[in-house]
C-alpha cells in the first residue's frame, strides 16, 4: 500500500483514538532549545496533528507537513499548527528554516536516506531532530494479548516488528550523535475506544471474516480485563530519539 494515502479510509478513528504522548517526552525534545514561542517545528507526516497540537500547546509554532489529505481534514486546528502538502523527502520548506524537526509515529513509512538528507537541509544549524515512537509494552498482560490479536488480524504485518525502523537514523552520517530517552504511558480506553483504536491501523482489515473475529476477540478480551469504570489500559513505552543539527 501506499504510505501517502494508506490512511485516507482510517483518518476519523486515527483522530479519536490514537494515543497522546507523555508529557515527558515533549520536556525532553524541547529542552536546551530556548524560549518555545520562538521556535519553529516541522512535524513531519503530521497526520490528524496530534504530536502538533502538543508541541503548540508549549507555544511552539508548529508547521504540519503531511501529505493526505483526509488526514489534514481530521485533524483539530490549533491556532499555532500550520497544516501543508509535503512529503518527508520533499517537504517544499527553505533551507534552514527550523528548529526543531519530529516524526511522531512516521519515520517508519519514509525512504530514509533522502528523508534525513531533507531534515538536514531544513533544520538552523542549531537545530535539532526528534524521532518518535509510542512502542507497545509486551510486558503488560493486556497489551501483549491485544498486540497478539492484532498480529493474527494483521498476518503478522512488518510493521508490527518496527524496531529496526531507528536503524537508518542510528547509522546516518547526517546525524551522527543520538540518544535513545523512554517513557511509560498508558492509554485509557472504553469498549468503542478498543475497537476504534484497532481501526486506525492501516494494515488491519475492514470488513469480512478476519475483521469479525477481530471484533469479538477484543470483546472477550475487553470483558475479562475491564475495571468497575469500564476502561482497560494499553501499556506504552515511549521512545524518543534526539539528534542535534551539525
Not at 525532553?28 to 512535524?43: C, E, F, R, W
Not at 503531511?66 to 520548506?93: C, I, K, Q, Y
Not at 535513545?180 to 469480512?208: M, W
Request: hydrophobic share 40%.
Amino acid at each position: 500500500m501506499n504510505p501517502l494515502s494508506r490512511f485516507s479510509n482510517r483518518a476519523k478513528d486515527y483522530a479519536k483514538y490514537r494515543p497522546n504522548y507523555p508529557d515527558a517526552a515533549i520536556d525532553i525534545i524541547l529542552k536546551g532549545l530556548g524560549n518555545p514561542s520562538q521556535l519553529v517545528a516541522a512535524d513531519i507526516g503530521a497526520g490528524t496533528g496530534i504530536s502538533s497540537r502538543l508541541l503548540a500547546q508549549r507555544g511552539v509554532n508548529a508547521i504540519a507537513i503531511e501529505p493526505n489529505a483526509a488526514m489534514r481534514e481530521a485533524a483539530s486546528p490549533h491556532s499555532l499548527v500550520e497544516f501543508r502538502d509535503g512529503t518527508a523527502e520533499a517537504t517544499n520548506l527553505p533551507n534552514a528554516s527550523v528548529d526543531l524537526v519530529t516524526c511522531f509515529q512516521s519515520f517508519h513509512w519514509f525512504n530514509p536516506e533522502p528523508t534525513l538528507l531533507e531534515f538536514r537541509r531544513i533544520l538552523k544549524p542549531s537545530g535539532r531532530l526528534a524521532v518518535v515512537w509510542n512502542d507497545r509494552n509486551q510486558n503488560d498482560e493486556f497489551t501483549a494479548n491485544y498486540s497478539r490479536l492484532v498480529e493474527i488480524a494483521s498476518n503478522n504485518h512488518p510493521a508490527e516488528k518496527r524496531m529496526v525502523s531507528v536503524d537508518p537514523l542510528l547509522t546516518s552520517p547526517h546525524f551522527p550523535d543520538v540518544r535513545c530517552h523512554t517513557f511509560e504511558y498508558q492509554q485509557q480506553l472504553d469498549l468503542a475506544g478498543l475497537i476504534g483504536r484497532v481501526n486506525s491501523v492501516s494494515y488491519i482489515p475492514k470488513e469480512g471474516e478476519a475483521y469479525q473475529q477481530l471484533v469479538a476477540d477484543l470483546q472477550e478480551l475487553y470483558a475479562s480485563a475491564c475495571n468497575e469504570r469500564g476502561y482497560v489500559y494499553l501499556a506504552y513505552r515511549t521512545n524518543v530519539y534526539l539528534a542535534d543539527n551539525g
